[in-house]
């Protein structure tokens, strides 16, 4: 069964573009990996430093390979202390 991952997160105002910036990077990085599906962030139009996710993987073993990839990424240290509000299911 495949997982999805959705949700947002929150960048204060000021830390915006750079998150945005690093979204590229780490989306890129996603979607190379095995068993990513999909891959898709965008920023909100009415909320400043909101960040939106849509990701989809084969399997549980596929998203918790994301997870470690991501735990010793660039990202990891950039996206450190957001505000997150994550779903994730089997789908």
């Excluded at 989306?27 to 139009?45: I, K, M, T, Y």
């Amino acid at each position: 069964m495949g997982m999805i991952v959705t949700g947002y997160l929150d960048a204060p105002e000021e830390r915006a573009d750079e998150i945005a910036t690093a979204f590229e990077d780490h989306a890129r990085l996603s979607r190379q990996e095995p068993g990513c599906e999909l891959f898709e962030v965008n920023q909100d139009s009415a909320i400043v430093g909101r960040f939106h996710i849509n990701e989809r993987y084969t399997d549980a073993d596929a998203l918790e390979a994301h997870k470690d990839r991501m735990a010793s990424s660039d990202w990891a240290r950039v996206s450190a202390g957001l505000t997150r509000n994550i779903d994730v299911r089997e789908g």
